[in-house]
């Protein structure tokens, strides 16, 4: 791999390459410092020209404003209903079952549609794979006509149940278990496992892989979904945090400063997640060259 | 009882349990993605309106009606065009700075760098659209700070750049958000493409004496290619999906027309202007499209595979 | 005998009731009401308290209530009506509200339980014809929470830090708005850092279409935008008003109202109701009471062929008529506590700066007190209700379209008419 890095003295290349890399870590950077900074100004502070990095010293001394102005209105709301944690709880508790449905309903299939011989299997597996063209926007009315029969609506099982599965992950998990050795099937088969146990004890446990990175994939989908909640979701009990900031953003008493707060407030969550787990999160990318050895 | 492994029994009972594992996924997606598009479909062919009790059978109405006229000023062929400018202005820049930004981390000597490359740049992509989408909005007021420093780069004083006003520029910011957020993402996807470039054909190069510019060009992209191409129309199939920021900008003040892609137009359509008919006719449209391009993805995928090392 | 005389009065007493389905008023049985309405902190406090009051009136009703924003909430109320799921009562704008009565999904008022004899008996209740968006076929479909119209509140801080004095220098005309926004305004470069006025953008039936009429146009459901040279004109005024004529707002900015409360110099003039009062209170104490804002009338053109003011709008209570008789006179009967109840109306007023078209409340001692009542009343006088007819909430969005086109991107105004009625013809007609 050596060759493939600069090698000997520090050279022109080298600094011009630190350059680059610098100025696009200044952009991707500056917006979340900007957003960490603006939680604890007010309005006209955010608003100044030119912008001020620290937040200044007699917003915190006046009566009026403390450290934490800014995160009290984020969290009690503009109508004092108090539901941020709600609000929360229900995007994590929404984008956690997820994660864990996709893993194991895409395991299991993928498992069968790569270790199994059965007919029609190939019929199966295009079926699913074609659900993939199908992009959510196009199929979200029809799918609210459903939920609402089945009276989901409004409940955390309806932000639920439609994305149960993801055909994604299916296709990755079969990828992924396509090159297994069947070996180890063949030789658990003798021991005697039943063919569930087989999935529960040796197929499951080494692919923690490709689990972890399409647990942590669906996990983001789902923290980021807007549009189902937009229409799934009525009482603010059983709002997701999307919605939570989309609608403070749209209320006219929210002031800038409020807003940045509860964004930085609602991204705490995925930050411990994705500093805690980056190893899986930057080597998502490995699921696709997996498969190739 | 311990049945006997004979080979017929063994594919007897694939056949069972491979058919077992499988039918969970089936059923679902059977509930919650065939009906709801066959649904889609079929009420893309009515005048469905969310209020009115009964609705007609038009037949093609609403498909010959899309693409002549105007869907009270917010036409499918301007959603065409807005989807179509937003994708392509996204994903070429974006691929592009992400492969280049790849081949420079991977040339860095301590690996504590790239690390910490990777995780900035990574980093905004673990936001939520809708986070993000606020963040920029503020940036790109007048007042803002994305105008001040537009005002610093240009060497110009109290410019207003009109991100959010002027149409094009409009376009620009939604892109700028999207490739913010996306392109730690993508440079992570090109890194693990270069990786597993096999190192013996560095070597071979470096004893043949290449440059380093050479070897990049000569070696390197070719390798790449079949990830180069997945990437791409992965950027793609994901641009053409895009809502969130654009509905977040819609709902911040901005006009509608230069943004309007096609996923937020069926949004309108259907949900605020209560027209089920016609926009589940412009979901099933966005249905071909997407069945294009992933097509696409299939038959290029199929041809990476193909690729030895 | 003794068997069947049991059986009889079995068979009697399973009838009766039946028969007598007048005396039986009560059906204590348990019922819930799902009430779907739009957010607003001080209202929500009053309706909660009446809600808890009629429930001890009421013990077997339960009432869940469901609050959205307001464009939200008429987003979720068409889905739910089209999968048939709808609330039991609700609230709207009555340009998104009037569709849900021509397609009778909503019930005509329960005369009876509201405590009026007939559809005149309720009418007479109103003022005069402000409450006649909801009369269909000789029957009132909804009660009105709220008829406000919008006139122009003033910081008279930002008048004076501009060398100008609110109680004589205020706006009279459109052309007086622009001169004085022209002194307010602050720029540094094109950036606007300090606004005198800026209009309630994506509201244009409600603050627009008037000013079109004052030239002598008009909006209506056969022939559009009727009078081309009005709209142009207007349309030009918007243009003038922009980044690409004067720079003294546009839309994109934080809205005028949202900053009016502040106080902070940053605006001078918004365009808002009466509620807007008792938002000041809570968000800003100091400010209400300092005496430092005032409420004008709505300008007019100078050259206007036809003086009106802004276009007031309604919020309606309607009935989901999909709904059983017995929630139905349920959701009238909590409908009528909210509304009708003795003193509510003027609490209402008073906490929220609702304003019920009520003949008892407008002439009343509470309204007539309320800090300029007597202009919005005047405005009222020279005012009609915003255009509700078909396709109200597109051409609002064709409209909006129009006007951020000249304004933001130098259309032609001619062009952005003539762009405007083709797209209006055409959702009128299908």
């Given at each position: 791999m050596n060759n493939n890095k600069f090698v000997g003295k520090v050279g022109v290349g080298e600094i011009l390459t630190y350059v680059v890399l610098i100025l696009v870590l200044v952009f991707t950077v500056m917006p979340l410092l900007f957003m960490v900074t603006a939680a604890f100004m007010d309005a006209k502070q955010i608003m100044a020209m030119p912008y001020s990095w620290i937040p200044s010293k007699e917003y915190f001394t006046t009566e009026s404003r403390t450290f934490f102005t800014n995160f009290q209105k984020a969290i009690v709301g503009n109508h004092n209903d108090h539901i941020f944690f709600r609000n929360l709880w229900n995007s994590l508790i929404v984008a956690f079952t997820c994660a864990l449905t996709t893993v194991l309903l895409a395991s299991l299939c993928g498992y069968g549609l790569a270790k199994f011989n059965f007919k029609g299997k190939t019929v199966v597996f295009m079926a699913i794979m074609s659900t993939m063209m199908i992009p959510f926007e196009a199929i979200m009315i029809p799918l609210y006509l459903v939920a609402s029969k089945l009276k989901i609506i409004n409940t955390i099982p309806g932000l639920i149940i439609p994305f149960l599965v993801s055909a994604f992950g299916v296709f990755q998990m079969r990828q992924y278990l396509i090159t297994f050795p069947s070996e180890y099937l063949d030789a658990a088969r003798v021991d005697g496992l039943t063919e569930f146990g087989i999935y529960a004890r040796i197929v499951l446990p080494n692919?923690?892989?490709?689990?972890?990175?399409?647990?942590?994939?669906?996990?983001?989908?789902?923290?980021?979904?807007?549009?189902?909640?937009?229409?799934?979701?009525?009482?603010?009990?059983?709002?997701?945090?999307?919605?939570?900031?989309?609608?403070?953003?749209?209320?006219?008493?929210?002031?800038?400063?409020?807003?940045?707060?509860?964004?930085?407030?609602?991204?705490?969550?995925?930050?411990?997640?994705?500093?805690?787990?980056?190893?899986?999160?930057l080597g998502g990318a490995a699921v696709y060259e997996s498969r190739k050895g | 009882m311990k049945k006997k492994l004979t080979p017929y029994s063994i594919e007897k009972k694939q056949v069972r349990w491979g058919f077992l594992f499988t039918v969970p996924c089936l059923v679902f997606f059977a509930v919650f993605s065939f009906y709801p598009i066959i649904s889609a479909f079929l009420t893309s062919l009515t005048n469905r309106d969310a209020i009115r009790r009964t609705y007609d059978f038009i037949g093609f109405q609403n498909y010959t009606y899309l693409f002549t006229q105007s869907n009270g000023g917010f036409s499918l062929l301007n959603s065409l065009k807005a989807t179509a400018i937003f994708t392509v202005g996204t994903f070429v820049p974006m691929v592009v700075v992400s492969l280049i930004l790849a081949v420079l981390i991977m040339q860095l000597r301590k690996p504590g760098h790239s690390k910490m490359f990777e995780l900035a740049y990574y980093t905004p992509a673990v936001l939520s659209s809708v986070v993000a989408a606020t963040i920029w909005m503020i940036l790109f007021q007048p007042t803002g700070l994305f105008n001040q420093i537009s005002n610093f780069v240009m060497h110009t004083s109290g410019k207003d750049y009109q991100w959010l006003t002027n149409n094009s520029m409009l376009r620009a910011s939604t892109i700028i958000v999207y490739f913010w957020k996306y392109i730690g993402y993508f440079t992570i996807l090109f890194i693990t493409?270069?990786?597993?470039?096999?190192?013996?054909?560095?070597?071979?190069?470096?004893?043949?004496?290449?440059?380093?510019?050479?070897?990049?060009?000569?070696?390197?992209?070719?390798?790449?290619?079949?990830?180069?191409?997945?990437?791409?129309?992965?950027?793609?199939?994901?641009?053409?999906?895009?809502?969130?920021?654009?509905?977040?900008?819609?709902?911040?003040?901005?006009?509608?027309?230069?943004?309007?892609?096609?996923?937020?137009?069926?949004?309108?359509?259907?949900?605020?202007?209560?027209?089920?008919?016609?926009?589940?006719?412009?979901?099933?449209?966005?249905?071909?499209?997407?069945?294009?391009?992933?097509?696409l993805q299939f038959s290029t995928q199929k041809g990476g595979d193909d690729v030895e090392y | 005998m003794k068997k069947a005389l049991i059986a009889m009065l079995l068979v009697l007493a399973i009838a009766f009731p039946m028969f007598a389905q007048g005396a039986v008023e009560e059906d204590n049985s348990p019922i819930t009401l799902e009430f779907w309405t739009h957010e607003d902190a001080a209202r929500a406090e009053l309706e909660d308290k009446w809600i808890k009051e009629f429930q001890e009136i009421h013990p077997n009703v339960t009432v869940n209530v469901t609050r959205q924003s307001a464009e939200k909430l008429r987003e979720l109320v068409q889905t739910a009506f089209a999968s048939g799921e709808g609330p039991s009562f609700f609230n709207l704008p009555i340009e998104n509200e009037?569709?849900?009565?021509?397609?009778?999904?909503?019930?005509?008022?329960?005369?009876?339980?509201?405590?009026?004899?007939?559809?005149?008996?309720?009418?007479?209740?109103?003022?005069?014809?402000?409450?006649?968006?909801?009369?269909?076929?000789?029957?009132?479909?909804?009660?009105?929470?709220?008829?406000?119209?919008?006139?122009?509140?003033?910081?008279?801080?930002?008048?004076?830090?501009?060398?100008?004095?609110?109680?004589?220098?205020?706006?009279?005309?459109?052309?007086?708005?622009?001169?004085?926004?022209?002194k307010i305004v602050l720029r540094d470069g094109d950036i606007i850092t300090r606004r005198g006025f800026d209009f309630r953008y994506s509201y244009e039936l409600t603050y627009?279409?008037?000013?079109?009429?004052?030239?002598?146009?008009?909006?209506?459901?056969?022939?559009?935008?009727?009078?081309?040279?009005?709209?142009?004109?207007?349309?030009?005024?918007?243009?003038?008003?922009?980044?690409?004529?004067?720079?003294?707002?546009?839309?994109?900015?934080?809205?005028?109202?949202?900053?009016?409360?502040?106080?902070n110099g940053d605006i001078a003039m918004a365009n808002t109701g009466l509620y807007q009062e008792s938002r000041i209170l809570t968000d800003n104490p100091d400010f209400y009471n300092s005496g430092e804002w005032m409420v004008v009338p709505y300008p007019v053109f100078e050259d206007a062929v036809k003086n009106v003011a802004g276009c007031y709008y309604g919020h309606f209570y309607m009935v989901n008529a999909d709904k059983s008789e017995r929630e139905q006179k349920m959701a009238w009967e909590l409908i009528k506590y909210f509304l009708l109840t003795e003193g509510h109306a003027e609490e209402y007023l008073t906490n929220v700066g609702l304003i019920q078209p009520l003949k008892t409340l407008m002439n009343g001692e509470t309204y007539q007190s309320m800090p300029y009542s007597d202009v919005f009343s005047g405005d009222f006088a020279r005012s009609h209700i915003v255009y509700y007819g078909k396709g109200a909430a597109e051409i609002q969005s064709a409209i909006g379209s129009a006007v951020k086109s000249v304004m933001l991107q130098g259309t032609d105004p001619a062009a952005a008419y003539d762009a405007l009625q083709k797209n209006v013809l055409e959702i009128l007609a299908d």
């Open positions: 692919s923690t892989p490709v689990i972890a990175t399409l647990g942590i994939l669906s996990f983001r989908n789902q923290w980021d979904n807007l549009l189902w909640p937009l229409l799934c979701s009525q009482a603010e009990k059983m709002k997701t945090i999307p919605l939570y900031i989309s609608k403070f953003a749209e209320e006219k008493q929210t002031d800038e400063g409020a807003l940045m707060a509860c964004a930085l407030l609602a991204s705490i969550p995925m930050f411990i997640l994705f500093f805690s787990l980056s190893k899986y999160f | 493409g270069l990786a597993s470039i096999p190192p013996t054909i560095y070597e071979a190069a470096i004893v043949d004496g290449s440059s380093r510019w050479h070897t990049f060009w000569k070696i390197t992209l070719p390798l790449l290619k079949p990830t180069v191409v997945l990437v791409s129309i992965m950027a793609m199939l994901q641009c053409l999906k895009t809502f969130s920021t654009q509905y977040m900008f819609v709902q911040g003040g901005t006009a509608r027309e230069p943004i309007d892609v096609i996923t937020m137009n069926i949004y309108y359509t259907g949900v605020v202007n209560r027209r089920l008919g016609r926009s589940s006719a412009m979901s099933i449209i966005l249905f071909l499209i997407m069945l294009c391009f992933t097509y | 009037y569709q849900y009565i021509e397609a009778g999904r909503v019930a005509p008022c329960d005369y009876k339980t509201l405590g009026f004899k007939d559809a005149a008996d309720l009418l007479d209740h109103y003022q005069d014809g402000m409450i006649d968006a909801v009369v269909y076929d000789g029957d009132v479909y909804g009660l009105p929470l709220e008829l406000t119209n919008w006139s122009i509140f003033i910081n008279k801080n930002v008048f004076r830090a501009a060398g100008l004095d609110a109680e004589t220098d205020y706006p009279k005309t459109w052309e007086d708005m622009v001169e004085v926004s022209s627009f279409v008037p000013m079109v009429e004052q030239l002598g146009g008009e909006l209506n459901e056969k022939e559009g935008c009727v009078n081309k040279d009005a709209w142009v004109k207007a349309l030009t005024f918007m243009q003038n008003w922009g980044p690409q004529g004067l720079n003294l707002g546009n839309s994109s900015l934080t809205a005028a109202r949202k900053l009016f409360n502040k106080n």
